[in-house]
């Protein structure tokens, strides 16, 4: 079983940065992919930012430009630099990795870390 622990997150005003870690129990590197997602009170869990094995990374268009993900094999951590940050980006931030067991995708999340964003 992987765990997943993110750290991080706090209050931060608006236009600042912030660094979020995500630390797993194994080498990230038997991980075909991770991620950060988010949610909002209310609303739905969204996708942050992914980034793969090879390095590849993905965001959602809200974030572009803004926040960078990246991982440390040798610290097994992937971490989500947020900068630019808006009150929008208030949301609890999820951690989430996929481990390919043959066919089979085996997704393990983190417990999340709050992220609060004042005006």
């Known amino acids: 079983q992987v765990q997943l622990v993110e750290s991080g997150g706090g209050l931060v005003q608006a236009g600042g940065p912030l660094r979020l870690s995500c630390a797993a129990s194994?080498?990230?590197?038997?991980?075909?992919?991770m991620g950060w997602y988010r949610q909002a009170p209310g609303k739905q869990r969204e996708l942050v930012a992914t980034?793969?094995?090879?390095?590849?990374?993905n965001y959602a268009d809200s974030v572009k430009g803004r926040f960078t993900i990246s991982r440390d094999n040798t610290k097994n951590t992937v971490y989500l630099q947020m900068g630019s940050l808006k009150p929008e980006d208030t949301a609890v931030y999820y951690c989430?990795?996929?481990?390919?067991?043959?066919?089979?995708?085996?997704?393990?999340w983190g417990q999340g870390t709050q992220v609060t964003v004042s005006s």
């Open positions: 980034i793969t094995r090879d390095g590849n990374t």
């Open positions: 194994r080498t990230i590197f038997s991980f075909a992919a």
């Open positions: 989430n990795a996929d481990l390919l067991l043959g066919a089979t995708t085996v997704r393990s």
